[in-house]
């Protein structure tokens, strides 16, 4: 027998326990345990990275100090747990006996991806008024729209494990950011009871003086070194390329040359940052190119965004909240045809939906770069409003109230 066989056989043995302990034990424990109305829990993407919405929505509450209120910050990463712990913030992490005992007791759990519900939270978070937030609007398919591009044999067998698992899950809401990714996306993708267009957490930062609490899960040093670049008169590029499922990486194909980019930066006086998608297949090595250096891909890179003047992505959705500071945004999608046909299952048109320069090839990027920042053009000003508008129905910096508004309004607590 093959490794392959023997791991597929492994993965569906563990995934049927999985199944049975969480259906037949946990589920009708969950149901025993009486909820705290007060008490809210949050989890973030990747075992409970600290990031993204929950990340903001969080310290929102936190720093609003509402009394008879408990919250917690629920992670799998060690780090994350320290870190939180450092700043006295209610953090539990899992799996433990805490962590077992605040999932048992939670009324509202508040997350912004798909997989808050791995290593069995789903089914001890089964009778749990339950939020999404989600982390980003694009043009990809997502949830379960996701199914079209598989066979009526794999569609129905991915909903069965879907069902079992928790990612079929309906949500009590879902938090949209316009009527138009109501309609055309969320709607489609996600099971929901209500929905509020209240725009997203994260991007409230972009509006609020840089302190130590919106730092944390961020990768200090580089947001040190940015600033220490910017104010020798560094212009500041950040590259944000996606994940790819099938292994495409434009460093490993050849498509970006890091050495001609280190070259041209030099030359301009330009700071280039790499940050890569927290799921990567590959590493790099940058730290002896003094005008390159990466971010760490795990960290919160959002407060370092309104440091830098121009953002270099692919197929990304960090591009539309990278709109609220109206500042050019590149597109290299070196590989646009395979990505499409591999990966990409686009919802809509990708021209239409990118307010930039499409780059297929270095030399292509390069000059848009000089272009942009050496040059001063810029002939996407109205397009980055125009998709801004369609994506954002409130630019004011207060999602996260809006959400807390509607979390107390509705009695979900």
Sequence with gaps: MSGNKIKLIMYYIKYGLSFFIGWFFIVPLSGLIPKKKNQILFIG???GLFIDNVK???IYLYNLKHEGKEFYFLTENKKVFNELKEKNLPVVLYPSLSGIYVL???SVLIVDT??????LKYYFLFYTCKIQMWHGVGFKLIGQEQFKILSTCERYFKK????????NVTYDLFVSTSAFYTTNVFSKAFKYKDVIEAGYPRNDCFFMELDEMLLIGTDKEKINKVKEFKNNGYKIVIYVPTFSRTGRDPLMDGALDIRKLNDMA???KILFIFKFHPNPRYKYEVSELKHIIEYDNHKDVYPLLPLTDLMITDYSS???DYLFLDKPVLFFPYDFQHY???DGNFQFDYDWITPGPKCKNYDELEHEIITCLVEGKDDYKDKRREILDMAFKYKDGRASERIWNFIKGKLFL
């Design 160 to 167: 069965i494990i879907h069902i079992l698992g928790g990612l």
């Design 340 to 342: 499409l046909e591999k």
């Design 104 to 106: 048992l007791r939670t």
């Design 114 to 119: 798909y997989w808050w519900y791995t290593n």
């Design 56 to 58: 903001y929505l969080f």
């Design 266 to 268: 030099e030359k301009y």
């Design 45 to 47: 993407t990747n075992e």
């Design 318 to 320: 960090i591009y539309t």
